[in-house]
């Protein structure tokens, strides 16, 4: 697991500047609050699995996550699924499952053909 902090769409370039690490990894989930915004960001710019969590945690008119929430379902970028708010324990289980598919099958991507003896 590695950890980005603070990496949030009102500072575009701070997520950038670790856009190789996010390129690499096999799965990302994305904790955002307020709009909920990073999800769709990074689901435009990765060809991983984004897990969108919308955290509670906020100020304005975040509605307790609801806004997050909502903004992160109606999003156009794919390859995203979105998990109830605060629900980072989920989103643990659901990246640990991408992660163990993808070390079972080795480095073939997901729906490649692979012969099997």
Avoid: W
């Avoid at 697991?1 to 990894?25: K, N, P, Q, S, T």
């Avoid at 919308?54 to 100020?59: L, R």
């Avoid at 975040?62 to 999003?75: D, E, P, R, V």
């Amino acid at each position: 697991v590695e950890r980005i902090y603070d990496v949030g769409v009102a500072g575009l370039h701070r997520l950038l500047a670790h856009l190789d690490r996010l390129m690499e990894a096999k799965v990302i989930i994305a904790v955002a609050g307020m709009e909920g915004a990073l999800a769709s960001v990074l689901g435009g710019l990765v060809d991983k699995p984004v897990i969108a969590v919308p955290t509670s945690v906020g100020y304005g008119a975040s509605m307790n996550g609801l806004s997050a929430l909502l903004t992160m379902i109606n999003s156009c970028a794919n390859g995203i699924a979105v998990l109830n708010i605060d629900n980072g324990y989920g989103a643990g289980y659901m990246a640990t499952q991408i992660n163990r598919l993808a070390e079972r099958d080795g480095n073939h991507s997901f729906g490649e053909e692979t012969e099997h003896e």
